[in-house]
């Protein structure tokens, strides 16, 4: 698309944010994201389900799955222009972000016509049945398995047992896709399946994981002979490690822009606070400032190239992790004593100590550093593969 096209589209977007985050939407402009996902979640939803009605969900789907077929480019443009209006963070990520285009890409037909419009209408919610407490970054390890069984009325059906951890948002969700062993011998790569099953059942049980922030918008997630018909596997049986696999591509798209768009909010109110408090007039503290504003300009450029060339996603995730743990521990610096209690009288943590707290689990979520730069070493460098115990 020409920078017209693009410029044209910016503009729309811009201007119906603007129209629309007013009246009954104006005061969640800020609310929600990573570490806040409970702040007013019916609200959000509803804000959600507005988008859908005016065609702005699911804007990089191809137009015959109900999407409006954006470009990357196009779907950049969307990513920034919703960050810089300050919109709620949306509750219908993992559907519309990660199983979405999987399903485009892996499912049937069947799968596709039941899933796809309720998805982009924010009709049902999903969350991802991926880590298991021995195995969170190294996902070949996991050990909760299905097998087939005839359930009532005679129908196929996959029985499935085992444990899930830090799944995001699972006491919200209608839906989870789960990535399981169904074949049995099967080990690391081979024998898993990618199965979707239906949250309200007596055999699924969903604990929260109460988090430093407050919040518990993480899970741990209990199969204990969970059922969803033979039907709901997206690929092949036992060919599920290809579908897990092509969905994590899909997770670090263009929303990453948008992404950096927040940093930068955060990072011009951190250097306000910094004027405001006096501490700018450190010259450790005016140098970590400085740091952080080119560090974010680098981000970006290589979030840009990256996106145009390709890149494997893991670089970028240990680009912004790192950028935004350290951020965190700088807004500690800035804030000085008083970052170290909670308000006195409701306990409550402010924006910094919150972005603090929680932001000592991006380097670890999503992939850890550790297996990103596994990654980066074996299949990029061609370096030898680490040695796994046994």
Not at 164 to 189: M, N, Y
Not at 310 to 315: E, G, N, R, T, Y
Request: some cysteine; hydrophobic content about 40%; proline content about 4%.
């Amino acid at each position: 698309m020409s920078h017209a096209g693009t410029d044209a589209l910016r503009a729309e977007v811009r201007a119906w944010l603007e129209e629309h985050l007013s009246g009954e939407f104006a005061s969640l402009r800020g609310v929600g994201g990573p570490g806040r996902e409970h702040e007013r979640f019916a609200e959000r939803l509803a804000w959600n389900r507005h988008l859908a009605v005016h065609g702005w969900t699911c804007v990089g789907w191809p137009e015959a799955y109900g999407g409006r077929g954006l470009s990357l480019a196009e779907q950049v443009v969307f990513h920034e222009e919703y960050a810089r209006a300050d919109a709620p963070a949306r509750v219908n990520h993992l559907g519309e972000e990660l199983l979405g285009p999987t399903l485009i890409a892996y499912g049937t037909d069947e799968q596709r016509v039941r899933f796809l419009p309720a998805i982009r209408d924010v009709g049902e919610l999903w969350c991802q049945g991926y880590s298991e407490p021995g195995a969170g970054s190294d996902l070949a390890s996991v050990t909760t398995r299905a097998r087939l069984e005839t359930g009532p009325g005679g129908r196929a059906e996959w029985v499935i047992d085992g444990q899930k951890i830090w799944t995001s948002l699972a006491q919200e969700a209608d839906w989870i896709f789960v990535l399981c062993r169904t074949e049995p011998g099967g080990s690391r790569h081979q024998g898993l399946s990618f199965l979707l099953v239906p949250m309200d059942q007596a055999g699924i049980e969903v604990r929260p994981i109460e988090q430093l922030t407050g919040g518990s918008e993480f899970n741990e997630v209990f199969f204990t002979g969970a059922r969803t018909d033979a039907a709901m596997v997206v690929g092949e049986p036992g060919g599920g490690w290809r579908v897990a696999t092509a969905l994590l591509g899909f997770e670090r798209g263009g929303s990453t822009l948008g992404q950096q768009v927040g940093f930068a909010r955060e990072l011009d109110d951190l250097i306000a606070l910094a004027r405001d408090n006096g501490s700018i007039e450190d010259p450790v503290i005016a140098d970590r400032l400085a740091g952080a504003y080119v560090d974010l300009r680098v981000m970006r450029a290589n979030a840009v190239r990256g996106l145009a060339e390709d890149q494997p996603p893991s670089i970028g995730k240990l680009v912004w992790a790192g950028w935004h743990r350290r951020l965190g521990e700088l807004a500690m610096q800035v804030r000085g004593t008083g970052g170290l209690v909670a308000d006195p009288v409701t306990g409550d943590l402010d924006r910094w100590q919150r972005l603090f707290l929680f932001s000592r689990a991006d380097t670890i979520y999503g992939g850890s550093d550790e297996i990103q730069k596994n990654i980066l070493a074996e299949r990029v460098l061609g370096l030898p593969k680490e040695a796994r115990p046994g």
